[in-house]
C-alpha cells in the first residue's frame, strides 16, 4: 500500500503541502481532486520519488521513499507505471519503441520477448498491430492509450494517472475510463487518478481525496463526495458537474451522430 504521513513540503515562502496524511489501500482506486495549486501533482511527485519532504514521509510497501538510495529507489520505480497527462510519446520513435522502452533500457529483455509484450498492451488497450506507427500519426486519444500500454508494459504494481482525460472528446474519455476500471479489476493494480473530471470520478473511484490549500479536505466514497453539504466541497463538485453535464450532452449527440 501507499502510506503518507504528515508530509510537508514548501518552495520558498510557498507551504504546498501542510501536514497531509492518506493510505492507498492495495489493489484499490483512488481519486485526487481540488482546484489547481492545491498540492496534488506535489504529493504525486513525492510519491514516485521526485521531491524530498520537508517533513513527514510517505511508505510505499513499507519502504520510505525518501531513504531509499538510488540504487533501491530505481528498483522499487519498477512497481510503477505512470500515464501523463500529455502521453509523453517520443515523436522519434515508434509506437512499438514508445510501449517498450522500459523493456528494452530497465529490463534488458531481448527484441523478441519485447515485441510480444508490446503487441499484447496495445491489444490490451485496444491498439492492435499500430506498432509500426508515429505518434504524429495519432489522435490525443491514441497517444493517450500507448502511453496507458507503456505504463502497463512492465507489469506494474501501481499506475499513476495524472489527467487522464484532459484533451480528449466525450467519446474517448468514456473509453479512457472503461480501461482504468477494468485494468484495476483485471490486473489487480493500485491506482491513483489525478483528475478535476467529476464524471470520471464517478465512474472509476473507490473513494476520493479531496485537496484545498495544501491538505486533505475530505475523504470518502464517490456517492459521499455527490451528497456532501459543505459549501467549499459543493462549489467544487457543482461547478465541475455543470461542466460535465455539458460534456455528457455533447457525448450523447456524437453517439447518435455515429448510429
Known amino acids: 500500500m501507499i502510506e503518507i504521513s504528515h ?3 514548501s518552495f520558498g515562502v510557498k507551504h504546498v503541502l501542510q501536514d497531509v496524511s492518506l493510505t492507498v489501500q492495495t489493489g484499490e482506486t483512488m481519486a485526487i481532486i481540488g482546484r489547481s495549486g492545491c498540492g496534488k501533482s506535489v504529493m504525486l511527485k513525492h510519491i514516485v520519488g ?3 519532504p520537508d517533513a513527514g514521509a510517505v511508505k510505499v510497501d513499507g519502504q520510505t521513499i525518501s531513504a531509499l538510495s538510488q540504487t533501491e529507489l530505481y528498483e ?3 512497481k510503477f507505471g505512470m500515464l501523463f497527462q500529455g502521453a509523453a510519446l517520443f515523436d522519434s520513435m515508434t509506437v512499438g519503441e514508445n ?3 522500459a523493456l528494452r533500457e530497465n529490463l534488458g529483455m531481448k527484441p523478441a520477448e519485447i515485441k510480444k509484450i508490446v503487441a ?5 488497450v485496444g491498439l492492435p498491430e499500430t506498432e509500426r506507427m508515429k505518434p504524429s500519426e495519432l ?5 493517450k492509450r500507448v502511453g496507458l500500454a507503456r505504463a502497463l508494459a512492465t507489469n506494474p504494481t501501481y499506475v499513476f494517472y495524472d489527467e487522464p482525460t484532459t484533451g480528449l472528446d466525450p467519446i474517448m474519455s468514456d473509453a479512457i475510463d472503461l480501461l482504468v476500471v477494468q485494468l484495476a ?3 489487480k493494480v493500485t491506482s491513483v487518478v489525478i483528475t478535476h473530471d467529476m464524471q470520471s470520478v464517478y465512474k472509476v473511484a473507490g473513494r476520493v481525496a479531496m485537496m484545498h490549500e495544501g491538505r486533505i479536505y475530505f475523504l470518502g466514497t464517490p456517492e459521499e463526495l455527490r451528497t456532501a453539504t459543505d459549501p467549499l466541497i459543493r462549489n467544487f463538485v457543482d461547478r465541475n458537474s455543470f461542466q460535465d453535464t455539458e460534456i455528457e450532452s ?3 449527440s456524437m453517439r447518435r451522430s455515429l448510429l
Open 50 to 52: 521526485l521531491l524530498v
Open 99 to 101: 510501449v517498450g522502452l
Open 76 to 78: 522499487l520505480r519498477k
Open 120 to 124: 499484447e498492451k496495445l491489444a490490451m
Open 7 to 9: 508530509l510537508k513540503k
Open 139 to 143: 489522435s490525443g486519444g491514441m497517444r
Open 250 to 252: 455533447e457525448k450523447a
Open 185 to 187: 479489476k483485471e490486473l
